[in-house]
């Protein structure tokens, strides 16, 4: 059974960090890339970073680009997202994801709320 279970969100003031984490289980983590997105109230989800499946490769959305921080640690087969100088605009649930390097095949985390005051 597949799971992706994000933790860590939560109350910060702008100029703060968080880190999340989103726990895999169910699936070869090493054979899949990993992402997260962020989704704010009646906004569009939009990716913020994307790891290749060895870690060797990182991207990220410019809006976050020399602030969030992503990677991932094969033994404990979790995903990590680095998030510092948070800003009031980066408020929004944050959903971890991860697609096979090859096949058509993609799962979703439940999300973790991160609430940015200013």
């Known amino acids: 059974q597949v799971h992706l279970v994000e933790s860590g969100g939560g109350l910060v003031q702008a100029g703060g960090s968080l880190r999340l984490s989103c726990a895999a289980s169910?699936?070869?983590?090493?054979?899949?890339?990993m992402r997260w997105y962020r989704q704010a109230p009646g906004k569009e989800r939009e990716l913020v970073a994307h790891i290749s499946n060895s870690g060797g490769t990182t991207d990220y959305a410019d809006f976050v680009k020399g602030r969030f921080t992503i990677s991932r640690d094969a033994a404990k087969r979790t995903l990590y997202l680095q998030m510092n100088s948070l800003k009031p605009e980066d408020t929004a649930v944050y959903y971890c994801h991860a697609r096979h390097a090859y096949q058509l095949t993609s799962y979703w985390g439940q999300g973790t709320q991160v609430t940015v005051s200013s």
């Open positions: 169910g699936f070869t983590f090493s054979s899949y890339f």
